[in-house]
């Protein structure tokens, strides 16, 4: 999905009318966005670059939920993604029904209010406040306009972006670029957790490939279907068939480095879980409250050149003040009632006299990690991996590093959270160093 923004000033829409919303996906966002810019309705930092100076180019689109766009796309040359979240326009909209001195006038308190939703009264919650104070004013000439207002307002309202601003200062979530209206640019990874740690092999996924690369899929799928629906294959007819699929990887190294990407080695494992603990301490532990995610799982997980681990959806990540509330607020006849986000990760137990679900939860993101990431991460070894060890003896110390997992306590003192997180990671260095003796 493509789009040209110089084409965007054929086009005319006015925001009043919500018949004519954004939300009318007939038309690229991206011009949605620089339509409402140049008649004055929307602001932010990367306006200009977006809709004058042709600096932001949107690739493809990533996603297909109804709910939330994503796009590919590039800044000033460099990757990025930029993101839309589809109820944003209903937020704006009804900002529009305020005068521009009732949005102007209520900026502060509106910052103020949100931010006390999320994290209470916290003792550095002033200064978070003064800083996105700052981040709302779109073209930073000291003062606010009910264009900008309408616009960050809206914005905050939705968890991912104010989580990102929020916690922008971090190294473990991705960088936020700025904002456009409801449109935000974050910095791009240079791969998936899930990719490269994936379960199993689906050779479609080579569907990516160019046309000249179709015969190498049909030999994968072939042969895969081989392997699978014969189970009386010989062993030298099954190593006949793998020499076969290594011959061919030599023929194409595109992808060689594909496969490569697939098959990591002990040291990128350990190193990923250790980054992994290290992300989930620097985002759960906040000058501002702690935190936690409601839908853990590799997918969400980003790996920097640089082999640093970056939280890369955040859609899901609440500060607990607001995660207790939300709880609270539940109307429940049974547990299965009583979860925020994914039910496997965020939940609390029902209070059958009083019908509403308690705020003291069930799992935090280091229980999560321990026993559902973890076992993922090391249950396969790499055959290509020079350094040989016990896989039997890696797999039990794993499990009985979250049988360990499962009896810390969830705990609301950062204190205590920094403690148990650190003594899981000790813990898991020195599974690296014993790994290779007898169980």
Request: proline fraction near 3%; glycine fraction near 6%.
């Amino acid at each position: 999905m493509t789009s040209s923004f110089l084409t965007k000033r054929n086009l005319s829409f006015k925001l009043q009318d919500p018949v004519r919303s954004l939300a009318n996906l007939t038309l690229p966002l991206s011009l949605f966005q620089c339509s409402a810019y140049d008649e004055g309705h929307v602001a932010g930092p990367v306006c200009s670059d977006l809709c004058e100076q042709n600096n932001i180019h949107l690739g493809k689109c990533l996603t297909t939920v109804p709910d939330k766009k994503i796009y590919d796309g590039t800044w000033h040359g460099k990757g990025v993604i930029l993101k839309v979240n589809m109820s944003w326009f209903e937020e704006f909209q009804e900002r529009q029904n305020l005068t521009d001195n009732d949005v102007a006038s209520s900026y502060q308190s509106d910052i103020s209010s949100r931010v006390n939703s999320l994290f209470g009264n916290c003792s550095q919650c002033n200064k978070l406040v003064s800083r996105l104070l700052l981040l709302g004013d779109g073209n930073s000439d000291g003062s606010i306009t009910a264009a900008e207002a309408r616009t960050f307002i809206s914005l905050l309202q939705h968890m991912e972006p104010m989580m990102l601003m929020t916690l922008n200062e971090s190294k473990h979530t991705v960088d936020f670029y700025g904002y456009c209206g409801g449109m935000y640019m974050v910095e791009k990874v240079s791969s998936v957790a899930s990719t490269v740690f994936r379960d199993t092999w689906e050779f479609l996924d080579l569907a990516f490939l160019p046309d000249g690369f179709e015969p190498l899929q049909n030999f994968f799928n072939d042969n895969l279907g081989k392997i699978l629906n014969s189970a009386a294959l010989s062993v030298l007819h099954i190593c006949t068939i793998f020499d076969n699929v290594f011959t061919v990887i030599t023929d194409y190294p595109m992808f060689s480095t594909f496969f490569q990407m697939h098959t990591t080695s002990r040291r990128e494992k350990f190193d990923f879980a250790y980054s992994v603990l290290d992300a989930t301490l620097d985002v759960s532990v906040t000058p501002y409250g702690l935190t936690q995610s409601c839908d853990l799982h590799l997918g969400n997980y980003g790996i920097t050149n640089t082999s640093t681990v970056k939280l890369i959806d955040l859609d899901l990540t609440y500060p607990h003040v607001l995660l207790q509330t939300l709880l609270k607020q539940k109307q429940c006849i049974s547990d299965l009632d009583c979860f925020v986000g994914s039910s496997e990760s965020c939940w609390s137990d029902c209070d059958t006299k009083t019908g509403t679900c308690k705020t003291l939860l069930g799992l935090q993101d280091l229980h999560v990690i321990c026993e559902g990431l973890f076992p993922i991460i090391f249950r396969h070894p790499n055959v290509m991996d020079p350094i040989s060890y016990n896989i039997t003896c890696l797999k039990k110390a794993i499990r009985d590093l979250g049988v360990l997992c499962n009896k810390l306590p969830v705990v609301y003192a950062e204190r205590e959270l920094r403690h148990y997180i650190l003594a899981v990671k000790r813990r898991l260095k020195s599974i690296e160093l014993r790994h290779t003796e007898e169980c």
